[in-house]
Nanobody, 118 residues
């Protein structure tokens, strides 16, 4: 019933851009903070960006600050990650996460592959 479905990944050249989307259903989207995580080959999963439930506050990993932008549209139950000036080290599977801390509940999507290569 609960679903987080990522889309928008693919192959892009260094310096290019991609926009990831995560469509949520089966829960009250507007009550959850949303995040993007990524996991590169041979590395641990890392937090890329977080946006609060209202969209009023955003945080980013130092490695993507100034290049990536997280946003959400609560009317569409969707969170986005706009990625610019992509680098080969951005290559990873990107995962959408929804978290409501007060009730100790979190959901994960299946991930979408982003490959940055010439």
């Amino acid at each position: 019933q609960v679903q987080l479905v990522e889309s928008g990944g693919g192959l892009v050249q260094p310096g290019g851009s991609l926009r990831l989307s995560c469509a949520a259903s089966g829960f009250t989207f507007s009550l959850y903070a949303m995040s993007w995580y990524r996991q590169a080959p041979g590395k641990e999963r890392e937090l890329v960006a977080t946006i609060t439930s209202t969209g009023g506050s955003k945080t980013y990993a130092d490695s993507v600050k100034g290049r990536f932008t997280i946003s959400r549209d609560n009317s569409k139950n969707t969170v986005y990650l706009q990625m610019k000036s992509l680098k080969p080290e951005d290559t990873a599977v990107y995962y959408c996460n929804a978290e409501r801390v007060v009730v100790h509940r979190a959901y994960w999507g299946q991930g979408t592959q982003v490959t940055v290569s010439s």
